[in-house]
């Protein structure tokens, strides 16, 4: 089953994560299908905290991906951001 799901980057004390295309049985740290987003939950100012690749998103989806609970927020999110 692939999944679309969040993979932790960055430091102690700074998160940051990218939003990838992956086999459900790999490691969450392990070679993934596509790399289709990032989201940065303690952005400041000048940086971009949520960018995703709407487009493939629903591709993967309209191929039977399945994104996790999380991923799935911040689609819905985005996609309200991008239409105001």
């Known amino acids: 089953m692939v999944t679309i799901r969040l993979t ?3 430091a102690r004390n700074q998160p940051f994560y990218h ?3 992956t086999d459900s ?4 740290g392990g070679l993934s299908l596509e790399h289709v987003g990032f989201f940065n939950p303690i952005a400041r100012k000048g940086d971009q905290k949520l960018r995703l690749d709407l487009p493939r ?3 993967w989806v309209g191929q039977g991906a ?3 609970e ?4 911040l689609v819905s999110d985005y996609r309200k ?3 105001a």
Do not use: E, F, H, W
């Open 70 to 73: 999380r991923v799935s927020q």
């Open 81 to 83: 951001q991008a239409t």
């Open 57 to 59: 998103i629903d591709y």
């Open 8 to 10: 932790r980057r960055g």
């Open 19 to 21: 939003v990838v295309v």
């Open 66 to 68: 399945q994104p996790s």
């Open 25 to 28: 049985r790999k490691r969450q």
